[in-house]
């Protein structure tokens, strides 16, 4: 979970105490000012302006990296060149909102370090994944140290720490200016992808992917008022967001000619594919776990009562006229023109699709939970986010620690606000609500190493394609999976323990 927004009240709070401290130290007896008592009162409250200088103008928590910290040389960035949004090397501003911070956190990291940014770039998304990996594997083998840091798709950095090309980013000794107590790195990623005490990448704040790629629910407008439903909003406050209540609203949502056209008739809900992952992880469920010995194991709630249930209900609502899977993503435009009620999409598609048609209005709320007793949404992330990391071989790793510290910062500052506070949750949603909502939908991020690790495992597609064949096979194929799972987490944490 993000810190940020307890972060940026408490800093609130402190500073009208710090101003009311001043202001009881600036007031002479008589009710007359005294230059001598303001100064011997700001000099006793070194404790409030300690606190108060650990924040900035807005409000937001600065980092305790030492001020004179220059290293008068580069660092080299080894990054994804087919990253989905741009959020790596900005040439120039332009007045593009987002770039522009962009630009100005690399300016200010380069600054702040004494660093010349070197940035290279080889493709490293879901089709080219193996290709990331195995030009490291070479370089190491080589005995090249051209990179410091890298950044890529998170499957990709993921084989990179099974590979043994990561540093453990929690050695101090090799990495002393991380600080992962810090609110902008995701402390729920940094506790789960911790493995036997080690951590090999990180992100937060860092990536603008990762705020790009939350899984939310929109909800049409149009069709909330044309078929006199309320607004779902209503029910995340009462905590009756959940699974039941979207497939009962979606019900009587339906115009065609019954024959179920994806391209042209009006539905409850459309999905495909990867798109149904909320539905396994709303329900709380997860692929892999951690032990208490901290290996990485299959999870029980995987084949759990919950998933059962949740694949019952999802087939049958794709098996009505309300809902329609299909083997295409259609529903994104569907959603566009105002042909759905329901999108289960990541967040960019309010400025990458719906921004197209001025005439698609819509608030937004978490993807649902699976019942009310349930105490908490779970936002699932769409896989083409940036994970950060310190090369193995980085022949000066406190420098490259320096840098990923940096950069996340600033990023929490600059980046984020741009995307978050500016675009997401106003720009493109016309309501105050909708961005109290995508707090929520923050708040709620959930990890799962078995999605990380997908790549050396069974990767992700046993719950989707049991939707796909509208066919409750679920505990016919456990035994199958399980035994094949079990079989590659103790490879997997093999090759871990094999690291030392």
Known sequence: MMKKHSVAILSILLAAMFAISLLSSCAAPGGTDSKTDEVSGAAGSSADITTASMYDD??????????????????????????????????????????????????????????????????????NRSNWN????????????????????SLSIAMNASSGLLTDMLNTSTCPYLNFSQPWWSDLLVEQATILGKLYFASGDISRNALEMMY?????????????????????????????????????????????????DTFGYMCSGIHNDPWFYGSGATICEKDENGYIVSSESMFGERVVDTLDKMIGLFGSPYGIYTDSVKHQKAFRDNRI????????????VFAENADCKYVVVPCPKYNKDQDRFYTVMGNPFTLYAIAANCEDKAK????????????????????????????????????????????????????IFSNDLIGQGDFRSAISMASNSWMTRKVGIEKRLDSLTKKLMQSFESLG
């Not at 960035?77 to 949004?85: F, G, K, S, T």
């Not at 209503?234 to 609203?249: A, R």
């Not at 984020?416 to 923050?442: Q, W």
């Open 216 to 264: 939310v629910c929109f909800v049409n407008n149009e069709l909330l008022s044309k078929y006199n439903l309320e607004n779902p909003q209503k029910y995340v406050e009462s905590g009756d967001w959940t699974y039941d209540k979207f497939i009962e609203m979606c019900q009587g949502v339906y115009e065609g000619a019954g024959t179920k056209d994806a391209d042209a």
């Open 58 to 127: 807005e409000g937001y928590l600065l980092d305790d990296l030492p001020a004179d910290l220059k290293f008068g040389d580069t660092l080299s960035i080894l990054r994804w060149e087919d990253v989905e949004h741009p959020e790596f090397d900005v040439e120039e501003q332009t007045g593009d909102l987002i770039l522009d911070q962009l630009f100005s956190r690399n300016q200010t990291v380069e600054t702040r370090l004494g660093l010349t940014i070197e940035w290279h770039a080889i493709k490293g998304n879901s089709d």
């Open 134 to 153: 195995n030009h490291l594997i070479n370089k190491a083998k080589s005995g090249d140290a051209d990179y410091d840091v890298l950044a890529s798709y």
């Open 400 to 451: 490259a620690s320096a840098f990923v510290e940096c950069m996340a910062s600033e990023g929490y500052r600059k980046v984020t606000p741009a995307v978050f506070e500016l675009s997401l949750k106003t720009k493109y949603v016309d309501d105050p609500t909708s961005g109290e909502m995508y707090d929520i939908i923050r708040e709620s991020l959930t990890y799962d190493l078995g999605r």
């Open 341 to 352: 009620l329901f999108c289960t999409d990541r967040c960019r598609c309010s400025h990458k």
